[in-house]
């Protein structure tokens, strides 16, 4: 079985960028969210408002989609390396 890179990087992608921005949105309802602030050492001018938000969107979406490329990449590479052949008599 082969993972397709670019369907993998895409849901990994979207599930990352949604994830911080929902998580910035709650952070801004309800409060606290100091290890959410964490992320402006990773993520250059994210912080804990609403341009945060779409910042942690988009950044999270690139990051997201290279690690989940790259993850199927790996995947595809090395199943396919231990396939056994079949001899046929």
Known sequence: MKF??????LA???????????????VM????????ALLQKFYFGYDISFIGAI???????VHGFIWGWLFALLCNAF???CK???KTV
Request: charged share 10%; aromatic share 12%.
């Open 84 to 86: 056994k052949e079949e």
């Open 12 to 26: 990994l992608g979207i599930l990352w960028g949604v994830s911080i921005f929902l998580a910035t949105i709650c």
């Open 79 to 81: 199943a396919g390396c």
């Open 55 to 61: 910042l942690g969107l988009i950044y999270g979406f």
């Open 4 to 9: 397709s890179k670019k369907a993998f990087g």
């Open 29 to 36: 309802i309800i409060g606290g969210g100091n290890t959410l």
